[in-house]
């Protein structure tokens, strides 16, 4: 579970930059396209995101966070490059 954990904190994360440079990068330049990225990264974003805070809670117990650490580790989904800090920082290996 915490390789899951990982792997979909690393994609959360890269999926919220992806979301970041359509919206600052493509939109100003060719409306058409960011038009026809939006949904798919939106909604991959969206699945990532939702995967990453049931996740966080599913190995809250395993990883030995006290409350401060989860509350730390759900923050960081909200944040753009801190999924890839609570990934080294926070989850043990496996």
Excluded: C
């Amino acid at each position: 579970m915490t390789k899951l954990f990982k792997f979909t904190a690393i994609a959360e994360g890269i999926s919220y930059l992806v979301l970041f440079f359509n919206m600052l990068v493509i939109k100003p330049t060719n409306l058409d396209l960011y038009k026809t990225l939006l949904f798919p990264i939106g909604m991959a974003h969206g699945v990532l995101f939702i995967g990453y805070v049931i996740l966080a809670f599913t190995i809250f117990k395993s990883q030995r966070w006290s409350l401060k650490e989860l509350a730390i580790v759900q923050l960081a989904s909200l944040f753009p490059f801190a999924t890839f800090y609570v990934e080294k920082k926070y989850v043990k290996n496996a």
